[in-house]
């Protein structure tokens, strides 16, 4: 009865790391986003020891082929075979690893409060950071592109075109974080942004995932845009963010 109970109770899925703490002597608590499970926390066993086999798959920004058991309060990892070692290229490099850290303080937050999308979530998780280790981009723009992709499965599209509140034709010169993007002349409220046309551009561009447009963009309309995402990532979130402020912004 106990070994069927104990096989029923163990299940497999793909997981990124978003965050671990330490735990006694030698284990580690790990917030995994998984493919299939949602958002869940586990402890992994003796992996602090330096005999653990596989305390290095479950550092953060990894991505694993996880065996767990279910827990009451936590699950407990058993196996794990490594899917995506995108933590050791991140951590090496201060600017990606403060992306990749915002990244996964975003995802855990998210997924928290919004479970039922989080299969979505950890395609863009993972998408992220694949391409911070590849340095397929440059940090700051991987970053505000997930942060933009993230908060519009959420629920929180914002616009950068058309008005976010009366859908009047685009493009407009106000942003407001509370209106949900860009505003026009007669929604826009008092203290709103003005942004300049190439960075309502570049938002888009980040939003849409067109790259070319991204890549090609001034360092003025990175830093503009980067300010224009984080307030309204925290406008929606209503919760802070505390990695923003390792973020360098050249």
């Known amino acids: ?32 986003l998984t493919k299939r499970h949602g958002q869940v926390r586990a402890v992994a066993k003796g992996v ?9 798959m479950l550092e953060p920004f990894m991505v694993a082929d996880l065996q767990l058991i279910a827990g009451r309060n936590l699950d407990i990892v058993t196996q794990a075979q490594t899917l995506g070692p995108y933590g050791r290229e991140i951590v090496a490099d201060y600017a990606k690893y403060t992306a990749a850290a915002v990244i996964c303080e975003t995802a855990e937050k998210l997924t928290d409060i919004d479970g039922e999308s989080a299969a979505v979530h950890y395609g863009l998780v993972i998408g992220a950071l694949s391409a911070l280790s590849r340095s397929r981009h440059a940090p700051e723009l991987v970053l505000d592109s997930y942060l933009l ?6 629920g929180w599209a914002p616009s950068f075109t058309d008005c976010a509140r009366c859908s009047a034709p685009g493009p407009h010169s106000a ?17 709103s942004a003005s942004p300049a046309p190439e960075t309502m551009l570049l938002l888009a561009a980040l939003l849409s995932g067109d790259w ?25 979130l209503e919760r802070s963010v505390r990695s923003l402020k390792h973020v360098e912004r050249v």
């Open 149 to 154: 992709r993230a908060l519009a499965t959420a």
């Open 212 to 236: 070319p447009a991204a890549d090609g963009s001034a360092q003025a309309s990175r830093r503009e845009a980067a300010g224009l995402v984080a307030s309204y990532l925290q406008w929606h």
């Open 48 to 56: 602090r020891r330096t005999s653990s086999k596989f305390g290095a």
């Open 1 to 32: 009865m106990s070994n069927r109970s104990f096989a029923s109770r163990t299940y497999r899925d793909e997981g990124v790391i978003l965050r671990t703490h330490k735990l006694g002597e030698a284990d580690r608590i790990i917030v995994l």
């Open 175 to 191: 942003f407001s974080a509370a209106l949900g993007g860009a505003v026009c002349h007669d929604c826009r409220p008092p203290g």
